[in-house]
């Protein structure tokens, strides 16, 4: 890919980073090679700074790595950069031009390493907001890229056992309703476990059908017990459509093999159709609402023989974004079939996604509110009636990208799971959060 810097974001922006980067007091030459660069008199400006060289060092590196890399002279910008970054290396200006001439010599990977650097010492708003979106640039135009993150997860109910003391079933002898007291087989276990994740992505060349990519996802939590531990492995193959004047079509097939308690639980198969429209808003264009339409189909098989196919389809609608907030709704449906009686049922599920806006603060807060309905389509033999379960679940995401450690950044989840069934075995709650490290990008 060919990197250009746009004029605004150098002339402005990187110039401004680097102007406040300054040290030494403006002597007439050091004051001649700034307007240089704002006047894009770039030989001017290297003139100028080989005769600094002497009394301001830094300043001098500074005006030359930058001057070089709008001259497209990359392997001097990074000379001049590393000797900048030498000279301040608790600085995050010549980690810039040093990504910026990296990049520009066919290093994207060095490049990015210098930015996620840059981003951990960066002490100014806008210099971090450039900083994120030359990640981002680089980031998609890699083939293969690389995600990941890791912490602990604590759980009020790792193993998600009811908290029913309770159970109404059929009496086999007499076939009448009895309650009796009741006391699941597992008890409830709380604790803290590792949670780790990491993907590989490769995106293969864009063609005139559109861009196709293929990822392989692995995630695990494991727990001091082992039995507890839990982990799934992925892959997927995703075909972007090329956009049509309002919309975007993705198909998706995957792959999962998902483990619990050290023993193979299930393998599904997916594939999925989706597309995306934009809405806009013709007294003003610029503002876009979007809605994502979705129909999927899974087989899923199991060592048990609870196998299953599951039909589903879901709907979201998202807002334009104000000054203060987001906000996104989803609709879903699904339908599982199974010979197993106590997998088959449908699901209904509504839930509300919302981002308040923070005008004077770096955090980042999503919550989501869900609500779903679930019954079951066969009697299963020892209970009353058919199961409804009626699931209550709230997230939230607290995250602050102002921090990061070489393109990490810290993250905070909550959520509470409050699971209603008429069979009171099937009756659960739950507080579950996860503290760590995440991808900031």
Not at 20 to 41: E, G, K, V, W, Y
Not at 102 to 129: K, V, Y
Not at 141 to 158: D, E, R, T
Not at 410 to 432: C, G, K, Q, W
């Amino acid at each position: 890919m060919t990197f250009s810097i746009p004029r605004r974001c150098c002339v402005v922006t990187i110039f401004a980073t680097v102007v406040c980067m300054l040290s030494s007091p403006l002597l007439a030459d050091l004051t001649t090679a700034r307007i240089a660069l704002q006047t894009r008199q770039f030989e001017l400006a290297l003139a100028q700074a080989e005769d600094l060289a002497a009394t301001h060092p830094f300043d001098s590196a500074m005006i030359a790595a930058r001057a070089h890399v709008e001259l497209r002279q990359f392997q001097d910008a990074r000379t001049a950069a590393t000797r900048a970054q030498r000279l301040a290396p608790k600085l995050a200006g010549p980690r810039i031009l040093k990504a910026l001439a990296l990049h520009g010599l066919g290093q994207p990977r060095r490049a990015m390493f210098h930015l996620r650097r840059a981003l951990d010492l960066s002490t100014e708003r806008n210099e971090r907001l450039m900083v994120t979106r030359l990640l981002q640039q680089i980031q998609a135009g890699l083939a293969v890229k690389i995600s990941g993150g890791l912490g602990i997860a604590p759980s009020s109910n790792i193993n998600k056992i009811s908290y029913s003391t309770t159970h109404t079933s059929i009496n086999p002898l007499t076939g009448t309703l009895q309650t009796i007291p009741w006391t699941a087989s597992e008890p409830q276990r709380s604790g803290s476990g590792l949670r780790l994740w990491s993907g590989l992505s490769y995106t293969l060349p864009k063609t005139q059908f559109g861009t196709q990519s293929t990822s392989l996802n692995l995630s695990a939590d494991v727990y001091n017990e082992p039995r507890f531990n839990r982990s799934s492995l992925s892959f997927n193959h995703r075909l972007t459509l090329t956009p049509a004047a309002q919309h975007q079509t993705t198909l998706t097939q995957a792959f999962t093999a998902v483990h619990q308690f050290n023993a193979l639980e299930s393998r599904i198969f997916s594939s999925t159709w989706s597309r995306r429209y934009a809405l806009r808003d013709p007294q003003n264009p610029r503002q876009a609402a979007l809605r994502d339409w979705t129909i999927g189909a899974d087989i899923i098989t199991r060592p048990d023989g609870k196998d299953s196919r599951v039909l589903k389809t879901s709907l979201r609608h998202y807002w334009p974004a104000s000054a203060s907030h987001q906000f996104n709704l989803g609709l879903g449906y699904t339908n599982r079939f199974s010979d197993a009686v106590d997998v088959g049922n449908q699901e209904l599920k509504i839930d509300l996604g919302w981002r308040p806006i923070f005008q004077a603060s770096p955090y980042i807060l999503n919550v989501n509110v869900s609500l779903s309905y679930a019954k079951w389509k066969e009697l299963e033999i020892t209970f009353p009636e058919k199961r409804r379960v009626h699931e209550r679940k709230i997230s939230l995401n607290l995250s602050n990208p102002n921090v990061s450690y070489f393109g990490l950044t810290p993250s905070l989840n909550y959520t509470f799971l409050d699971r209603d069934a008429n069979i009171e075995m099937f009756r659960v709650r739950s507080h579950d959060m996860f503290i760590g490290l995440t991808n900031a990008f």
